[in-house]
């Protein structure tokens, strides 16, 4: 009977240690890459990834006012693995440098990134719903805050080997 215990106890912790690794490293957020479009009757926004490097991927997103006929709002993106970590750096014009989250949690279909200090948004999740839709949750005190339903092509294809 301890026998089988021992093996129960060094399986789940063998299955705990690869995921955290699998949120340990930038490979995780493969499903990412492209190119992502929401749209509706007052905006489109547009959000962007490639991969730069083994650690590093490079985003950008965009909303467009339909009614100004003009961009709102931009911020440039970056997803970086560096000491074991992966961090999503957010520079947008309201801040002077960019806002770091950490990636906390993760699975093959979604990542959350989060930063407790900052005042909004605190986290940050973004889903996979099917191969070509994405959902961004983007949230702070007590939950509060939206989404955003993106469409898009998940182009793999243009992502550099290591």
């Given at each position: 009977m301890s026998k089988v215990l021992s093996l129960v106890l060094l399986c789940l912790v063998f299955q705990s240690s690869v995921q955290a690794k699998d949120c340990n490293t930038i490979e995780s957020l493969n499903w990412l890459v492209g190119n992502w479009n929401s749209e509706n009757s007052k905006l489109k926004i547009n959000e962007s990834w490639k991969r730069l490097s083994g650690k590093t991927f490079e985003g950008s997103g965009f909303t467009y006012s339909i009614k100004k006929n003009k961009t709102v709002s931009s911020e440039t993106l970056?997803?970086?693995?560096?000491s074991g970590e992966v961090f999503y750096l957010a520079k947008v014009a309201s801040n002077?440098?960019?806002i770091a989250f950490k990636l906390t949690s993760?699975?093959?279909?979604?990542?959350?990134?989060?930063?407790?200090?900052?005042?909004?948004p605190k986290k940050i999740r973004y889903q996979l719903n099917k191969e070509?839709?994405?959902?961004?949750?983007v949230s702070g005190e007590n939950?509060?805050?939206?989404?955003?339903?993106?469409?898009g092509e998940n182009d793999n294809s243009l992502s550099i080997e290591k």
């Open positions: 970056r997803l970086v693995e560096m002077d440098l960019p993760c699975s093959a279909k979604s990542a959350i990134f989060e930063n407790s200090l900052h005042d909004f070509k839709s994405i959902t961004v949750f939950g509060k805050g939206f989404s955003i339903e993106f469409i």
